[in-house]
């Protein structure tokens, strides 16, 4: 008797199909779809979910063409005014470069919230002939239901500088001054 109860609350608990109060039109209702076109004309189309930023659902997707701009959490500090008697400095937080401008069709620039200033300050160091009054930041846009369909332009970002760095205890390698050409450097 105790084995049939168990083996009944076992399949109840562990079965392998998903539980019946959870239908499926709920799943898709928290799902963007979202069309990205690339510098080169490829068009990609990912799902994001709502609440993620452009740039979240970009990579959950395995698609690495909207840049990380947080520059690994280095971004530059800001206040923010928590009461009237406490304002509280946040570092290394939201974006500090213009490495997720992405361009948002025509279409789809009125659906989003306006610029915030912090964005509108970043997007100032966008080149001139890349900057478009619908230049927008990939981490600033966060997916609603209202932006299924979301058509977006990616440019291609901006070459960045890789470096090596060493710890005090390591002995310096010739590679590791890859920024000088090998007839300066005397290898």
Not at 60 to 82: C, F, H
């Amino acid at each position: 008797m105790l084995r049939r109860v168990l083996a009944k609350t076992a399949a109840r608990s562990f079965g392998s199909h998903a539980p019946k109060h959870v239908p499926e039109q709920f799943v898709r209702d928290h799902l963007v779809a979202v069309t990205l076109l690339d510098y080169e004309g490829s068009r990609h189309i990912i799902q994001g979910r709502v609440g993620q930023t452009l740039f979240e659902a970009c990579q959950l997707s395995g698609l690495d063409i909207v840049k990380d701009d947080s520059l690994g959490g280095g971004g530059a500090t800001y206040s923010a005014v928590r009461t009237p008697e406490f304002t509280e400095s946040l570092f290394g937080e939201g974006p500090s470069s213009p490495l997720s401008h992405v361009v948002v069709s025509n279409e789809w620039v009125h659906k989003l919230p306006v610029p915030s200033e912090r964005e509108a300050r970043i997007l100032e160091d966008v080149p001139e002939e890349d900057l478009t009054k619908n230049s927008r930041l990939g981490t600033e846009i966060i997916l609603t239901k209202d932006l299924d369909g979301l058509v977006v332009a990616v440019p291609e970002a901006p070459p960045v500088e890789t470096f090596t760095y060493l710890n005090d205890w390591e002995e310096p390698q010739p590679e590791a001054y890859t920024m000088f050409p090998k007839s300066i450097r005397g290898d």
